[in-house]
């Protein structure tokens, strides 16, 4: 028997096992290998090696180095015939027979179809390995050596003829007849020539069939996917020109693209991804991407509670690139090759697609648009509401409803300002209950857009698959559920605007005119569904109000965050049951774009991305401006971007700025020069080239706006970078894009390698400095998303390094593998790190998380001595204690578990969700907390397995925590997750061990020196420059009701802090307090701009005393006290109507001992502590 060994050819092999079939099925079988990457060189030349083969066909494997050493080693130690198929393969020299072989070969494969792929593997038999074979078979494989036979390169097809058309007119007339081609709505769907050839558009033919019984007319074209016209080869201009476009305009209304990229090969004046997105622009209709799953069967997919594993790249992060939308899997290939069209799937996609081409044919007038704002629930529904980092949502709302007017939408009443829309909605309590609201009071105040009967949303409801109608159920109760019921009914509320709908997102996890352990159902679960009304509110929108679309305005929304599947979610994941076929566009920050991929990937968004806030004067403050959605900068945030800038990007600038003492002198010094360059009076050389570039990147802000309003009419919208404007400008700017984050298979960068090992030296010699001279042993990470879309895998670097691993990267910048350094360079033993990932860095960045915990499994496994790797001592302890434990399956790979993170589906630590809703009695309901929520692992075999006893002996034996500041717009105090993480760390170890740890952070802000302190010290550092900082405070009242929303942020994390570590001293808080609850103006202010946000301050304050975190002066909790009263009492005044009891300011402990669902929830969590405390 004869073995054909196939490296890189998956997508043809079913067809390479039919051909054999038909000419030679006894003497000849064919296997396949698939490379990877993560595997060392010697081991896949030796695993080819296993597979004996006769010959090798090697495919178009991706373009990496690290395959040219393989194909090397091959071919010096296998003696045997290497083919190439494919012109990369051939141009790579990926072969050893004659040139004029392979050519002759590849013509055969490249003109396609069954009859040239059977010539072309029977001119393999005959020419390349006929002396295995008689003359008999000889001249049977030479019978089957055919003329090559020409198939067309391009042209258009349909699932109902064999026929390919070569013109618009020519379909048109079998498609149509005499029938006016303008008088349909047209979309066009472009797949790869191979797909046609190869009779593999079983998925592409269902999506034509279902678009046209929705009453479209579709193109199906196939091309070649070249740049430029060849020989009977069509560019993608000359595929619009000839087949989507009717008297020279294009027809089609929008583009379904199956292809990677509408070209191929290397262009010289712009890279491939710009010149696919000009290509976009210039037709500029929206493109869908669907997936179709090439290494995952559907049963596979259907098990997965990630979705679609290993696949990022092409079904993600091509077309996010280039500004691909609607990312729905729809078709898998079963193991023998053929495809599987997953019908529901396409029904879903077809109906988003018919939305989307609604956008474009409505007129604006008839148009209705729901603009969704955000809110913090648990950190206060009345005060958070139109909670968006860095923008000024209000504002914002109100120049958008003034573009809509002035584009025909029908709008009417229009408030004046931002400040009176914000009114508006808390007047009439447009939003949902919580401590100070009932649905009552909601009602009685006209807040209510709709109310849904039982009958009508049993409708709706019953159209839930069957299985996440269970899980509603037992989570909320039979419908309408307990939340937002009024008389039998579910209340709907916002404002109405005519045509376009102001609405507050609901509560996604919690009921009721209350905030505690009982209500909190995230808490207990963070997987739990949304409750009816969410449900609801969105069923509403689309199908009784029949919104155009939903706009979010804002960053942190909670429909993207819904539990599901990772990615490429199913009918079954509630992002999808929720959305249902709304268009959704999301206004979304330019910093923040892990978050934001998460939108696009669970969310189906297409983001219009915004600056962030400019921070004025970064010496004196670091709060950011509020931006307003397409509003230019004025001059003094011009000056200070342009200076922000240069300190990023200018290493001339920050040498002079660290020769100064204080910041400020030079801050001043250099903004007055920057002011003189701005107002026209050049000085500096330098100054005036900054100047240049942020004028002319910033000179169009209006294209946010603009933007927006091209998605309302269903155009395509420009892919852009996300990022921070001051630290990559460049490619961050103009804003207005659909917002991309880079390639993560090219992070880390060098750059970032470098500063993430001058961290790494820092934490050891600070945490040696502190602990007379000893090393750390283990250091427990909190690690997020921006370290990758943001830093660029700095603190990736630093747990690298901190192993004694590096990146390879190969000649593009792409990370091909990790190598171990060896000790001699090192210079110290391998210290262990465990690393606590987000879940938004699982699901955006899941290349991260596997190089991690490579890292952790190669160090874990080398031949040293305990004493120089810790990584290994601490799996060996692992390991003794799961033996003690009698869990000994699946032993080593359990022991060398370091990342761990949220249930998948889930997101965030949990930790503050108990400490906002008062839901502990003692630090040990803490730890629980902690557990439950950070439990499962992730890495290699064992992705999203619940792990409790892996991460407590891994936290059990920490020496340190440490966490990382890598941008000025963030610290400390404005995250509550790195509060809880930090504090989980620590909380769980003292659980088990009666220890506290060390805690370190880190800062590695672009334009200072990298360095690492005590979170103690860098907790006071950020007081005093936030909370403390009378400038600060300044800035924050300028933003009114926004700005105090701002502030209780900061107060609760400071809350989180001192409850969970203890770091602040009283005197500080004392400060605080004196600050923000004690001092008459300030609570006069608070009282006309946010008083829930007044309210829900002194009560922080109150409890943090009353558990004995914070002894304040006697005269300070006095007037604390007094005030709070005084407080209290105008609260309840204003609530003397309310007709149902609501919370209010009530503190109401509950842990889970005293809710019996909450407390099976966290059955296994209870025993594990019983059983090892």
């Known amino acids: 028997m004869i073995k054909i060994l196939c490296i890189g050819l998956d997508s043809m092999l079913y067809r390479l096992r039919d051909v054999f079939r038909t000419i030679d099925n006894q003497n000849i079988c064919i296997e396949t290998y698939r490379l990877n990457k993560d595997k060392d060189d010697n081991v896949e030349v030796n695993n080819i090696a296993d597979k004996a083969a006769d010959l090798i066909l090697i495919g178009n494997i991706a373009q990496e180095e690290h395959w040219d050493g393989i194909f090397q080693k091959l071919n010096d130690n296998l003696k045997v015939s290497i083919v190439p198929v494919g012109s990369h393969a051939i141009n790579q020299g990926y072969y050893n027979i004659q040139p004029s072989m392979a050519l002759e070969i590849n013509n055969y494969i490249t003109l396609g179809g069954m009859k040239n792929l059977t010539s072309a593997m029977s001119y393999i038999c005959y020419h390349i390995l006929g002396e295995n074979f008689s003359e008999l078979h000889k001249d049977k494989y030479k019978s089957f050596i055919f003329a090559p036979e020409m198939l067309a390169f391009n042209g258009i097809t349909h699932g109902d003829t064999n026929d390919v058309f070569h013109s618009f007119n020519e379909y048109c007339k079998w498609y149509i007849g005499d029938g006016n081609p303008e008088n349909y709505v047209w979309i066009g769907i472009l797949v790869h020539r191979s797909r046609w050839e190869s009779n593999s558009l079983h998925v592409e033919y269902e999506l034509q069939k279902k678009l046209e019984q929705m009453g479209y007319k579709v193109i199906l074209a196939f091309s070649y996917a070249t740049t430029e016209e060849q020989a009977d080869i069509k560019s993608f201009r000359g595929v619009v020109k000839d087949y989507y476009s009717y008297k020279e305009s294009l027809i089609i209304s929008g583009l379904v693209n199956f292809q990677m990229l509408t070209v191929s090969g290397e262009l010289v004046e712009e890279n491939l991804f710009q010149h696919e997105i000009n290509n976009f622009k210039r037709i500029n209709v929206p493109v869908f991407r669907p997936i179709i799953s090439y290494s995952q069967t559907k049963e596979q997919w259907e098990h997965s509670v990630l979705g679609l594993v290993g696949e990022n790249s092409w079904a993600y992060t091509t077309p996010e690139a280039v500004g691909m939308i609607e990312p729905v899997i729809i078709g898998f290939r079963d193991e023998k090759g053929q495809q599987l069209v997953m019908m529901e799937a396409v029904d879903r996609l077809a109906s988003r697609i018919s939305k989307w081409m609604e956008l474009r044919v409505c007129d604006n007038k008839h148009k209705i648009v729901v603009i969704m704002i955000h809110n913090a629930p648990c950190a206060g529904v009345e005060a958070t509401i139109g909670k968006a980092p860095g923008l000024h949502v209000f504002n914002s709302i109100i120049r958008i409803m003034n573009e809509m007017k002035k584009q025909g939408y029908y709008i009417k009443d229009i408030p004046d300002s931002g400040e009176q829309l914000q009114e508006m909605i808390m007047s009439r309590k447009a939003f949902h209950d919580f401590r100070w609201t009932s649905v009552e009071d909601i009602v009685a105040a006209k807040g ?238 330098e100054i005036e080239k900054s100047y240049k570039i942020v004028k002319e990147k910033c000179a169009n802000m209006a294209n946010e706006i603009n933007s927006l309003m091209a998605a309302l009419c269903g155009q395509y919208i420009e892919a852009g970078l ?452």
């Open 722 to 1173: 996300s990022g921070i404007p001051e630290e990559n400008l460049e490619e961050v700017m103009p804003t207005g894009r659909n917002m991309h984050v880079m390639d993560s298979h090219k992070v880390p960068t060098k750059e970032a390698y470098d500063i993430g090992k001058t961290l790494a030296e820092e934490l050891i010699n600070k945490y040696m400095e502190e602990n007379h001279g000893d090393m750390p042993e283990k250091i427990a990470m909190n690690m997020i998303s921006t370290d990758i879309s943001g830093a660029k895998g700095q603190q990736m670097s630093q747990i690298l390094y901190l192993m004694g691993v590096r990146p390879c990267w190969n000649s593009w910048g792409k990370v091909v593998d990790i190598e171990v350094i060896s000790l001699e360079e090192l210079k110290r033993p391998r210290i262990d790190v465990t690393v606590r990932i987000s879940g938004v860095l699982r699901d955006s960045f899941p290349e991260a998380v596997a190089m991690i915990d490579k890292a952790a499994l190669i160090v874990s496994s080398l031949d040293e001595n305990l004493t120089d790797n810790f990584i290994k001592k601490n799996t060996m302890m692992i390991k003794d204690a799961l033996i003690n434990a009698k869990q000994v399956d699946n032993l080593e790979r359990r022991a060398s578990i370091r990342v761990f993170g949220d249930k998948p589906g889930a997101y965030g630590a949990g930790v503050d969700l108990a400490l906002k809703a008062s839901a502990w009695k003692e630090e040990e309901d803490l730890a629980k907390v902690f557990a439950q929520f950070t439990s499962y692992a992730y890495g290699e075999d064992v992705n999203g397995k619940l792990a409790i006893k892996e991460l407590v002996e891994n936290i059990k034996n920490t020496d340190a925590s440490y966490d990382v500041t890598d941008s000025r717009r963030f610290d400390t105090l404005n995250s509550c997750f790195t509060a809880s993480v930090h504090g989980g760390f620590n909380i769980l170890k003292k659980v088990f061990t009666g220890k506290d740890m060390c805690q370190y952070h880190g800062n590695s802000i672009k334009d200072k020196k990298p360095m690492v302190g005590a979170l103690k010290d860098e907790l006071k550092k950020n007081l005093e420059e936030t909370l403390c900082n009378d400038e600060w405070k300044t800035r924050m009242k300028q933003d009114g009701y926004e700005g105090a929303s701002d502030i209780i942020k900061s107060i609760q994390t400071l809350f989180d802090w001192q409850v969970l570590l203890k770091e602040f001293e009283h005197k500080d808080i004392d400060k605080v307090v004196d600050m923000y609850i004690n001092d008459d103006d300030m609570r006069k202010w608070f009282e006309e701009n946010n008083k829930y946000a007044l309210e829900e301050i002194g009560r922080r304050f109150l409890e943090m005393h009353e558990r004995k975190m914070w002894e304040p002066a006697p005269d300070i909790l006095k007037a604390l006290r007094k005030n709070y009263v005084s407080i209290e009492a105008t609260m309840e005044t204003s609530m003397e109507n309310c007709s149902e009891e609501v919370q209010g300011g009530n503190i109401e402990v509950l842990n889970q001992e005293d809710i019996e669902c909450w407390k099976n929830k966290f059955k296994e969590v209870e025993e594990f502590f019983k059983e090892n405390k």
């Open 448 to 685: 209510v857009l709709y109310e849904m009967n039982g009958e009508e949303y049993g409708k709706y409801f019953n159209d839930i698959p069957e299985n996440s109608r269970n899980k509603i159920i037992e989570t909320w109760g039979e419908l309408p559920g307990e939340s937002m019921v009024y008389d039998d009914k579910i209340i709907i509320t916002g404002l109405d605007f005519g045509n376009v709908k102001v609405m507050v997102q609901p509560k996604r996890g919690c009921y009721g005119a209350k905030c505690t352990g009982e209500v909190c159902k995230i808490l207990h679960d963070p997987t739990c569904p949304p409750p009816h009304n969410y449900v609801a509110t969105y069923k509403y929108i689309e199908y009784i109000l029949k919104a155009n679309a939903v706009v979010d305005i804002g960053t942190g929304g909670s429909l993207e965050f819904l539990p599901g599947k990772s990615v490429t979610l199913s009918n079954n994941c509630f992002p999808t049951i929720c959305l249902g076929s709304l268009p959704h566009i999301y206004v979304y920050n330019s910093a923040v774009g892990g978050e934001g991929t998460v939108a696009k990937r669970r969310g189906n968004s297409v983001i219009i991305d915004h600056m962030p806030g400019v921070i004025e004067n970064i010496w004196q403050n670091k709060k950011p401006n509020l931006h307003e959605l397409g509003a230019d900068l004025d001059e003094k945030e011009i000056v200070a971007l342009i200076y922000q800038y240069m300190l990023n990007n200018s290493e001339t600038m920050a040498k002079i700025r660290d020769s100064y003492e204080k910041e400020s002198e030079f801050g001043e010094k250099i903004t007055d020069i920057i002011m003189k360059v701005v107002n026209g009076h050049p000085c500096m050389e």
